[in-house]
T-cell receptor, first 114, second 118 residues
Framework: SAVISQKPSRDICQRGTSLTIQCQVD?????MFWYRQQPGQSLTLIAT?????????ESGFVIDKFPISRPNLTFSTLTVSNMSPEDSSIYLC???????????FGPGTRLTVL | AQTVTQSQPEMSVQEAETVTLSCTYD???????LFWYKQPPSRQMILVIR??????QNATENRFSVNFQKAAKSFSLKISDSQLGDTAMYFC???????????????FGKGTKLTVNP
């Protein structure tokens, strides 16, 4: 399976600021996904990021709030903009192994907004 | 839209015993994949097991096995010889393959918190 790293692993931020989360994979992948896991909840997909095209956002998530970059086949960033305490969550990136129809997850970023 | 339901918010089991976690799903698709992921307190999502809908044979992975009932849209996870390290949140998930290759998003259930007691 792919080795996935995320930075930062955790952060505490003030409301109104923005945080960019990085996701790095040790192999080239076509599709990367960003999920949000609110406290005590399940995972919800924010958006799908393909290299070379605009990210596709799920209902309830907008580009102005969660801009995503995908500059190459091993890297992606998710920015959480103009944060409020409701954005406090774990943010996870995942990558697809298309040949085996599997998704593997990064270790997650725990975000706390005060 | 696909939905995944886990009706057991919490379960506990004694070490070395067997436990079964339930999952049901709703879909109109005929071809899809089902997964169980484990999330220990470290929050890392770990793939436990995968089942392809077109395969009748239940998937097994060491102490983990599934009971896949396609007609009933049921996908339970059995953990044999439970170990303390199995303590975690367990999420059932559904994924639909894209017709042109690759796969779509994972749709998760709400999870079952499993505690293995010594």
């Amino acid at each position: 399976s792919a080795v996935i790293s995320q930075k930062p692993s955790r952060d505490i931020c003030q409301r109104g600021t923005s945080l960019t989360i990085q996701c790095q994979v040790d192999s080239q992948v076509t599709m990367m996904f960003w999920y949000r896991q609110q406290p005590g909840q399940s995972l919800t997909l924010i958006a799908t990021a393909n290299q070379g095209s605009e990210a596709t956002y799920e209902s309830g998530f907008v580009i102005d709030k969660f801009p995503i970059s995908r500059p190459n086949l091993t890297f992606s960033t998710l920015t959480v903009s103009n944060m409020s305490p409701e954005d406090s969550s774990i943010y996870l990136c995942s990558v697809e192994d298309a040949t085996r129809a599997l998704q593997f997850f990064g270790p997650g970023t725990r975000l706390t907004v005060l | 839209a696909q939905t995944v339901t886990q009706s057991q918010p919490e379960m506990s089991v004694q070490e070395a015993e067997t436990v079964t976690l339930s999952c049901t799903y709703d879909t109109s698709e005929n071809n899809y994949y089902l997964f169980w992921y484990k999330q220990p307190p470290s929050r890392q999502m770990i793939l436990v097991i995968r089942q392809e809908a077109y395969k009748q044979q239940n998937a097994t992975e060491n102490r983990f096995s599934v009971n896949f009932q396609k007609a009933a849209k049921s996908f339970s996870l059995k953990i044999s010889d439970s170990q303390l390290g199995d303590t975690a949140m367990y999420f059932c998930a559904f994924m639909k393959p894209l017709t042109q290759g690759g796969s779509e998003k994972l749709v998760f259930g709400k999870g079952t918190k499993l505690t293995v007691n010594p």
